[in-house]
């Protein structure tokens, strides 16, 4: 079974916009921080060039953990355009 439960640096992607952060659905990032035991994370944004596009204090229902599968895109997507 594969686990959805979010840890430290485990890339989760925004589930709704989110205008007043300025973060779109979809958007993908980086946990750097675990404020409330599996209720409130920090999340660094980063930009396509790898440097920090913004760094957000989130509400577990705002965020959802990346799959394997799209893990593992993201970081060949991600790696090929640094």
Request: overall charge negative; proline content about 4%.
């Amino acid at each position: 079974m594969i686990s959805k439960e979010i840890d430290l640096y485990d890339l989760v992607k925004v589930t709704e916009d989110l205008p007043h952060n300025c973060l779109k659905k979809n958007m993908v990032g980086t946990v750097i921080h675990i404020y409330k035991p599996k209720k409130i994370f920090e999340i660094e944004f980063p930009t396509t060039d790898g440097l920090t596009f913004c760094i957000e204090t989130l509400e577990a229902f705002s965020i959802e953990k990346l799959s394997y599968d799209e893990t593992v895109n993201f970081k060949k997507l991600f790696i090929t355009t640094v």
